[in-house]
């Protein structure tokens, strides 16, 4: 019996397959039918407060425990959250449709009218939301147009039982249970 490197014979190079073209918006489409929680993540920075609608929170790790978020490079929030080297998670309840919508907007005063309170890091806790987790910024990861945020938990908790605002097929939608 010959005795071959690996299954593929001894003319085998170790080539990496190319990378299939995928368009933007099948993409999209195809990730739109998971549905996912809406949060804000917020932070204080030189004074002022700055928040972003994330659906790409994650927790991460239990020991110790770390969640994470995706950052658009385009992000105009981001710079001074990362600045800021904290960040709060917001969990929104399906009450709180328009203040995703208000804190996805570029360029807006989000936090204009909006009732906030201060966790130890100083970001805010926005009113009414189900839960947060405060968080130190632990670890960033480039990842395409995106960076993926790590982040340590220092505390966190529930502010009000209710069901979850979700995102699924380019829509917000409710939890019926």
Request: charged share 20%; proline share 6%.
């Amino acid at each position: 019996m010959p005795e071959f490197e690996d299954d593929l014979g001894p003319d085998a190079q170790d080539e990496t397959p190319p990378s299939p073209t995928i368009e933007a918006a099948h993409f999209r489409s195809v990730l739109g039918h998971y549905a996912t929680g809406v949060t804000i993540i917020t932070a204080e920075h030189d004074g002022k407060p700055y928040g972003l609608a994330a659906n790409s929170f994650t927790s991460v790790s239990l020991d110790p425990p770390l969640v994470s978020f995706c950052a658009a490079h385009s992000s105009t929030t981001w710079p001074h959250i990362k600045a800021a080297g904290h960040f709060c998670v917001n969990i929104l309840g399906e009450h709180q449709e328009e203040l995703s919508r208000l804190f996805a907007r570029s360029g807006a005063d989000k936090f204009a009218g909006v009732g906030y309170s201060k966790v130890a890091t100083g970001a805010p806790v926005i009113a009414d939301v189900l839960g947060f987790l405060d968080c130190m910024i632990e670890a960033e990861h480039e990842a395409g147009d995106h960076v993926i945020v790590v982040g340590r938990v220092h505390d966190l908790d529930i502010n009000q039982e209710g069901r979850p605002l979700l995102f699924f097929r380019g829509g917000y939608g409710r939890f019926d249970a």
